[in-house]
């Protein structure tokens, strides 16, 4: 079965550091783009930061650019967000996606998600 799941939310203070991580099935991962999505209370979900499956070319929202980090491990099969200077407009559920790289562009596997809270 097709999983993703991720780690690391919880709550901090404005200006402090977290580092997300994300883990897939070798069979997802290994054939997969992979990306970071939020979604704060009351709005749409977002795209954050996105890393092509060689690790070769990332990118990156103009809002967290700059500041956040997406790396990946193929051994691992574990995708990573550090996240530093955190600010409370990052308060979010953050969600991995996979993009198979043989796919239609859409990303075809989500974690559950993992809350992230900054407070100010």
């Known amino acids: 079965q097709d999983q993703l799941e991720e780690s690391g939310g919880g709550l901090v203070q404005a200006g402090d550091s977290l580092r997300l991580s994300c883990a897939a099935s070798?069979?997802?991962?290994?054939?997969?783009?992979m990306a970071w999505f939020r979604q704060a209370p009351g709005k749409e979900r977002e795209f954050v930061a996105r890393?092509?499956?060689?690790?070769?070319?990332?990118n990156y929202a103009d809002s967290v650019k700059g500041r956040f980090t997406i790396s990946r491990d193929n051994a691992k099969n574990t995708v990573y967000l550090q996240m530093n200077r955190l600010k409370p407009e990052d308060t979010a559920v953050y969600y991995c996606?996979?993009?198979?790289?043989?796919?239609?562009?859409?990303?075809?596997?989500w974690g559950q998600g993992t809350q992230v809270t900054v407070s100010s």
């Open positions: 070798e069979r997802t991962f290994s054939s997969a783009h």
């Open positions: 890393i092509t499956r060689t690790g070769s070319l990332l």
């Open positions: 996606a996979a993009q198979d790289v043989m796919g239609t562009g859409k990303y075809d596997y």
